[in-house]
């Protein structure tokens, strides 16, 4: 997100001499995407952030494809997949192409023994079910239910949970995950037709510095390989740092729905985009206004994009037999829209209660053998009259 923050203790300048209480140096990090020309920030540390102790091992986290080129759409019922104590081992990826993994996630232990970094992707974490406290080596953000936590790649952090019943809908992006375009100016800033704005998204607030030397394990993950690392010191030593890279929460309950006379096209929930997908947030609003509206969608064809809907809460008036925690799955090339009666019911509805995430790629999705494994087999037949 293009826009400036700093927490802790800072020098005047950057790459001058910061000095501790007791003359030593605190160790200056350049913390950024894309070579030098991505967002960066400036972080300032107790010990080299730089100390290997031990490399351990790997093991894979590739996703299992069952169906490589798929053509059928899909109903999945999320809540199926069964809980784990692990924070990554509960983690399914159950849709996948070379730009995004769609995971689903249900950890039950309250936190983890070790950090993690993702060097692979950015991470964006929807909050279903759950909340507790993000931590970072950049802050801490305090998280529940409607949260999306965006989490730059190479961000060491780790989850704590206040209760051991959680849902997450992760989106895993090989590009980075941005605000979306048409809402900023040329200076970064949000618009004011954009239907969120700065104030509404919530950085790291509280930034713990941790000055202990051991043994800290880092699983870090590298081209689809967990590798457990040791490092010689605390990896929340920071005491200060300043930039425009670093992760936040927005809660999808403040996204504000533009609404027309007619039904809007999907774009207008447009939350996140990047260059190979974008994420749509559908909150309670008010059907369209005009007096012979169709408030249900129209059918239509998605021919350059799969698109992934994932359902959190609410009445669902486009869709028969829809529950919290179910994804459709509907593939480019064949068209799709409301179940039969849904368009006929939705005439002289005045409003939805409707919660969901939507994700629209522009590279076919793949399906994984943890998808199969709670798919409905026939959705795709569920809208023969």
């Known amino acids: 997100m293009p826009f400036y923050h700093k927490l802790g203790n800072i020098p005047p300048k950057r790459h001058t001499i910061f000095r501790k209480p007791d003359g030593n140096l605190y160790y200056e990090q350049l913390f950024g995407t894309i070579g030098f020309d991505g967002m960066s920030t400036n972080s300032y540390h107790e010990h080299r952030p730089t100390q290997v102790k031990e490399i351990k091992g790997s093991y894979s986290v590739a996703p299992k494809i069952a169906i490589k080129n798929n053509l059928k759409s899909y109903r999945l019922h999320g809540f199926n997949i ?65 949260d999306y936590l965006l989490i730059p790649r190479g961000t060491i952090y780790k989850m704590d949970f206040d209760t051991n019943d959680n849902r997450l809908f992760i989106v895993e992006s090989k590009r980075p995950i941005y605000t979306p375009k048409r809402y900023r100016n040329w200076f970064g800033q949000l618009l004011e037709h954009s239907p969120f704005c700065e104030r509404d998204l919530r950085p790291p607030y509280e930034l713990e510095t941790n000055n202990e030397k051991g043994d800290f394990l880092i699983k870090i993950k590298k081209q689809d390989e967990v590798f457990d690392m040791v490092y010689a010191s605390h990896p929340f030593d920071v005491v200060g740092y300043d930039g425009y890279s670093f992760p936040y929460a927005f809660s999808i309950h403040d996204f504000e729905p533009i609404t027309g006379r007619i039904h809007q096209p999907p774009p207008v929930h447009q939350t996140f985009e990047t260059d ?80 969901a995430v939507m994700v629209d790629t522009f590279k076919p999705l793949m399906v994984t053998e943890a998808a199969m494994q709670i798919a409905d087999d026939d959705y795709h037949k569920s809208w023969l009259e």
């Open 82 to 146: 069964a809980p784990e104590n692990d924070y990554l081992q509960s983690r399914k990826i159950v849709l996948t192409n070379s730009d995004v993994n769609i995971i689903l996630a249900a950890p039950q232990e309250l936190t983890q023994d070790y950090f993690y970094k993702n060097t692979d992707a950015d991470e964006l974490i929807f909050i279903h079910k759950g909340s507790g406290k993000f931590r970072s080596h950049l802050g801490n953000i305090d998280f529940k239910y409607g």
């Open 276 to 355: 190979a997908f974008v994420i749509c947030s559908f909150v309670p609003r008010l059907y369209d206004y005009h007096p012979q509206s169709i408030p249900a969608p129209y059918n239509h064809s998605n021919i350059d994009s799969d698109e992934v809907l994932y359902y959190v809460d609410g009445d669902f008036m486009s869709r028969n037999d829809i529950a919290p925690g179910h994804i459709s799955l509907h593939p480019a090339g064949i068209p799709h829209g409301p179940h039969p009666g849904a368009a006929e019911r939705s005439i002289g509805k005045t409003e939805t209660e409707e919660l």
